[in-house]
Structure formats: structure tokens, C-alpha cells
């Protein structure tokens, strides 16, 4: 079946740091891979997207690139803000039938301490 | 801006309690969907849809079940609620595969 895997939370990082979160997926077929952001106490929303290998997404300073060969679609930002803290899920989707429905990962929590 | 509300925050419910979360979303968007969320899971498709009156299992629909009536409205059941449906449930919709757009959520607290 498909599947995502992030890197165990939470995070902890001082503002100006470099960010990294780790996502790597399983998918019979060629997803388009998603990050969305969740800030407390609202829905999630989306961060960024890529459709095809090699595909580089980016918004708000994130980053992630579409990474077939490795199954990977990294977060990266270079400098975090205090308002960066949120959780962060990756996700992704696949065609034919799938209606677009998303499989997640567990979630990322982001703590940015000024 | 699409628009996706829930009709509550909060909810709090007892054990055996027959539960509806309703989604509402105002761009005649043809996909919906409800998700649940628990700490360490990340999000778990319960049931979507994909019209009116449509409507497909995701991969946790034991103990749910669900209505669309209307293109805008897609309502989730819980028909004799229990703790282990204690959680953060959100709706989503989208156009075709497109983006999820989702709802604030509605906390629920089954005792």
C-alpha cells in the first residue's frame, strides 16, 4: 500500500536556524507529493507541491524537492521565524481513481524559540 | 477564497450517543472528505466523496458512516459514539486532484 514516513518529532530550533524535516514516501504509481502546514488552532492548509520527479516546490522560504530515485520530498527552510511554529505533515496523492485523496504522514511539530 | 466550515469547535458527547459533524463548502467543489487526526498518526482518511450521493470507505470507516445529500454538505455519522472516537476530525474539499482545502476542525470528546 502507500505510505509516508516523517522524521520523529518534535523539533526545537532558535529563530534564524536552518530547518530541515525528513519525508520519505512508498506509492504504486507516480504521486504528486504535498507538505502542509497546520498552526494552532486552525485547519491545515498547503505549504507547497511538486507533481513530478525533480519537481522543486517552494512558498514562504520552503522548499522541497521531488526526489524519485531516493523516494524523498525533504523541508527545508534556511532561516526559520517564531512564526514557523506549527506542525508539519507531508503527504501525497495518486491519479486514476484516487478522487485525490491524500495519505499522510504522522506529523512534524515545529517549535521556534526567539 | 474557498470556504470550508464545520459546524462545531467542540464537542462533547457520552458513550452510546448518536454524533453528526456536519462540512459545509462553497465552491462547488465535487470532492469531500473527512479525516481524523490523533497525535503521532498524523491524518486518517475515514470516508470521502466524490458526488452527490457518492461515497467511498478511506481506511478507518469502522464505526462511521456518512451523507451528501447536497453538493455543498457532506456529514459525518457516528452512530452509537465510544471513547476510542475521541479526536480532532477535519473535512476537506477539492476540485478534481487539486488541493485540499480544509476545515478548522471539530474537536470531539466522547465520555
Known amino acids: 500500500g502507500n505510505s509516508v514516513t516523517q522524521m520523529e518529532g518534535p523539533v526545537t530550533l532558535s529563530e534564524e536556524a536552518f530547518l530541515t524535516i525528513n519525508c520519505t514516501y512508498t506509492a504504486t504509481g507516480y504521486p504528486s507529493l504535498f507538505w502542509y502546514v497546520q498552526y494552532p488552532g486552525e485547519g491545515l492548509q498547503l505549504l507547497l507541491k511538486?507533481?513530478?520527479?525533480?519537481d522543486k516546490g517552494s512558498n514562504k522560504g520552503f522548499e522541497a524537492t521531488y526526489r524519485k530515485e531516493t523516494t524523498s520530498f525533504h523541508l527545508e527552510k534556511g532561516s526559520v521565524q517564531v512564526s514557523d511554529s506549527a506542525v508539519y505533515f507531508c503527504a501525497l496523492t495518486l491519479g486514476g481513481t484516487s478522487y485525490g485523496k491524500l495519505t499522510f504522514g504522522q506529523g512534524t511539530i515545529l517549535t521556534v524559540h526567539p | 477564497d474557498v470556504k470550508v466550515t464545520q459546524s462545531s469547535r467542540y464537542l462533547v458527547k457520552r458513550t452510546g450517543e448518536k454524533v453528526f459533524l456536519e462540512c459545509v463548502q462553497d465552491?462547488?467543489?465535487?470532492?469531500m472528505f473527512w479525516y481524523r487526526q490523533d497525535p503521532g498518526l498524523g491524518l486518517r482518511l475515514i470516508y470521502f466523496?466524490?458526488?452527490?450521493?457518492?461515497?467511498e470507505k478511506g481506511d478507518i470507516p469502522e464505526g462511521y458512516s456518512v451523507s451528501r445529500e447536497k453538493k455543498e454538505r457532506f456529514s459525518l455519522i457516528l452512530e452509537s459514539a465510544s471513547t476510542n472516537q475521541t479526536s480532532m476530525y477535519l473535512c476537506?474539499?477539492?476540485f478534481g486532484r487539486g488541493t485540499h482545502h480544509f476545515g478548522p476542525g471539530t474537536r470531539l470528546t466522547v465520555t
Open positions: 465552491m462547488d467543489h465535487e470532492n
Open positions: 466523496s466524490y458526488d452527490v450521493k457518492m461515497k
Open positions: 511538486a507533481t513530478k520527479a525533480d
Open positions: 476537506a474539499s477539492s
